[in-house]
């Protein structure tokens, strides 16, 4: 059963400056450089907080500096504490293939358990992440930055106070690099009821932060106490703006005998037809309009022109919702090049050679410069197929997801002390 409570949230104080200043990514996609630039649009920026991924060792004092300066904050004033236990509404506004978009996200804090029931994990963890944000929990007994998930409004009763609080004036609205960022309170306790009892009966499937919530769960064993919940926003599978993009495999690294055994195997694994278009935004276009009813791939490789790729033979399994949830998650993309290509050619280390960029462009700049050998293109794994695969149990290949936007750190703090 899920328990996705209201809680106190720590904001910043409308004098602290403008939110559009003071927001931040998540860590893992925040560099040294950009953390900088963060810091010099307003002194007290989240990411002062939230802190940089890391590229090394820790500095010494990087856990209790963050800690201090959250006390500073709110000793002075910059985040302040609400009064009452609310939800948050978050509509984000943002444009993607030069269509307008909207997603509305309800922030909360979900009251933990193991993985595997009522909160369902789609990829593995990695431990070095988890040591980082368990140092800064401990540290600071907060969560900072949002785990998004998705759940299933299944009565529509979260969606029927979501719109009509929509259509009332938002405590915030602003913009951020293009993208527009609305927030509503919702503290009313017949609204809070409504929501928390809908969604008692659904479970929730992390879309992005599973190193994030298992070092909440080893925190809150750790703890105790209050520390039994993280600071979650549920998106519903039924929103028209939920995006789920692809990763893009990055080959590098491969001997020429590798590379000729991947070559040979991707001839005998499909057929190739020149692109039309080069264009690295093209060609992710044309894999995902050929991938609508088969597999398809798109590959670019040094000196030749991008070929779109497509099954010889049913070696290479095709989407089929009537298939069980196992059967249908053999036919996601990153599955297939993962089990009928990397593994056989590179065996159980190929993530040694294999890097995973979001960024069609850049997936073609590192292979045009030389700094890898074949990107390969494929489409995001379609919502419907991600609700019936992760909620039979089963955990994608890694990186198999990239859900646009991501969230913000920052609106909302969850403190836990």
């Given at each position: ?74 000793q002075e004033g910059a985040l302040k504490q609400d009064e009452a236990a609310s939800y948050y509404l978050l509509r984000q506004r943002f444009v993607v293939g030069g269509v307008q978009r909207e997603r509305l ?313």
């Amino acid at each position: 059963m899920v328990d996705f409570r209201p809680f106190r949230g720590v904001r910043y104080d409308r004098a602290a400056g403008s939110l559009a200043d003071l927001i931040c990514p998540p860590y893992d996609v925040i560099s040294a450089s950009e953390e900088q630039e963060l810091l010099a649009r307003n002194p007290h920026n989240m990411v002062r907080l939230e802190l940089a991924e890391l590229s090394g060792p820790p500095p010494a004092d990087r856990y209790e500096r963050a800690a201090a300066e959250f006390v500073r904050m709110k000793q002075e004033g910059a985040l302040k504490q609400d009064e009452a236990a609310s939800y948050y509404l978050l509509r984000q506004r943002f444009v993607v293939g030069g269509v307008q978009r909207e997603r509305l996200g309800l922030l909360g804090a979900l009251r933990l358990e193991e993985l595997g029931g009522a909160v369902l994990p789609h990829e593995d963890t990695a431990a070095g992440p988890k040591e980082d944000r368990l140092a800064l929990m401990q540290a600071t007994s907060a969560n900072f930055s949002p785990i998004m998930m998705l759940f299933r409004d299944a009565d529509g009763r979260v969606a029927q106070v979501t719109s009509r609080v929509a259509a009332t004036n938002p405590d915030a609205d602003f913009v951020v690099e293009g993208q527009g960022y609305t927030i509503w309170v919702i503290s009313d306790p017949e609204d809070v009821k409504t929501v928390h009892d809908a969604l008692e009966s659904q479970p929730t499937y992390i879309a992005d932060g599973h190193h994030r919530y298992e070092t909440a769960v080893g925190y809150g064993k750790k703890v105790g106490g209050g520390a039994d919940t993280v600071l979650t926003c549920l998106i519903s599978f039924d929103d028209p703006g939920l995006l789920i993009l692809p990763y893009y495999r990055v080959v590098h690294g491969l001997d020429d005998q590798k590379l000729g055994e991947m070559r040979n195997l991707l001839t005998t694994l499909f057929t190739a037809i020149p692109a039309v278009d080069p264009a690295p935004a093209e060609l992710d276009a044309a894999v995902a309009n050929l991938a609508q009813d088969q597999v398809a791939l798109g590959i670019i490789e040094r000196g030749k022109a991008p070929l779109l790729l497509t099954p010889a033979d049913d070696t290479v399994p095709a989407p089929d919702h009537s298939l069980t949830p196992l059967e249908q998650a053999k036919s996601v993309e990153a599955n297939v090049l993962q089990e009928l290509l990397f593994r056989p050619v590179m065996g159980d280390a190929f993530p040694e050679n294999v890097a995973y960029v979001h960024d069609p462009v850049e997936a073609a700049r590192m292979v045009d410069s030389g700094e890898a050998q074949i990107a390969f293109f494929i489409k995001g794994v379609p919502a419907d197929v991600f609700e019936v695969v992760v909620g039979a149990g089963i955990r994608l290949p890694r990186k198999s997801t990239y859900f646009h936007p991501k969230l913000p750190s920052g609106l909302v703090i969850n403190p836990l002390d």
